[in-house]
Antibody, heavy 122, light 106 residues
Framework: EVQLVESGGGLVQPGRSLRLSCAAS????????MHWVRQAPGKGLEWVSG????????GYADSVKGRFTISRDNAKNSLYLQMNSLRAEDTALYYC???????????????WGQGTMVTVSS | EIVLTQSPATLSLSPGERATLSCRAS??????LAWYQQKPGQAPRLLIY???NRATGIPARFSGSGSGTDFTLTISSLEPEDFAVYYC????????FGQGTKLEIK
């Protein structure tokens, strides 16, 4: 079964850091670009960051650029998001998502995890 | 950044009716547009990619059309399980999503 499982969310104070992880299974992880997408409570979807299959191409939304860092470990079938200088507006459910087609980096997302909640509050 | 604008914000229809949802891009995205369905408490589900290709397992009542800046998601005959929020997403550049259309039961 193709599956993505996020972890690492929680309650964190403004200005602090948090690292999210996404464990992938059921597909050849290093063939696909991967992404983080977030959804603030009661709001729509916002793409956060994406990384190509070989980490050669990386992109960030303007809202997180310079504060968040995406990475992957293909040997561990894992995706990460290092979040620094967190703000209240970063409060959201963070989803890990997989590209539908191999080898692309900007694509539709056919597999999503169930998300991990990040709450930034003092 | 490519901005996607969805309309209407809310669409009220009855089961069996036809639904037409719109997504307009601030600049051409060619055919690189996808549609997702999201129900409360669930992750989004991919319905359509590259404007008109149904994803695996998606019923034939869902169809997509358009190119350039104007796109449409059509549900030919609404089933009770189709009432949800729908998002469009472009992949012409780094992805962006529309703000969503809520399809509610009339």
């Amino acid at each position: 079964e193709v599956q993505l499982v996020e972890s690492g969310g929680g309650l964190v104070q403004p200005g602090r850091s948090l690292r999210l992880s996404c464990a992938a299974s059921g597909f050849t992880f290093d063939d696909y670009a991967m992404h983080w997408v977030r959804q603030a409570p009661g709001k729509g979807l916002e793409w956060v960051s994406g990384i190509s299959w070989n980490s050669g191409s990386i992109g960030y939304a303007d809202s997180v650029k310079g504060r968040f860092t995406i990475s992957r470990d293909n040997a561990k079938n894992s995706l990460y998001l290092q979040m620094n200088s967190l703000r209240a507006e970063d409060t959201a459910l963070y989803y890990c998502a997989k590209d539908i087609q191999q080898w692309l980096v900007k694509d539709a997302f056919d597999i999503w995890g169930q998300g991990t909640m990040v709450t930034v509050s003092s | 950044e490519i901005v996607l604008t969805q309309s209407p914000a809310t669409l009220s229809l009855s089961p069996g009716e036809r639904a037409t949802l719109s997504c307009r891009a601030s600049q051409s995205v060619s055919s690189y547009l996808a549609w997702y369905q999201q129900k409360p408490g669930q992750a989004p589900r991919l319905l359509i990619y590259d404007a008109s290709n149904r994803a695996t397992g998606i019923p034939a009542r869902f169809s997509g059309s358009g190119s350039g800046t104007d796109f449409t998601l059509t549900i030919s005959s609404l089933e009770p399980e189709d009432f949800a929020v729908y998002y469009c997403q472009q992949r012409s550049n780094w992805p962006t999503f529309g703000q969503g259309t809520k399809l509610e039961i009339k």
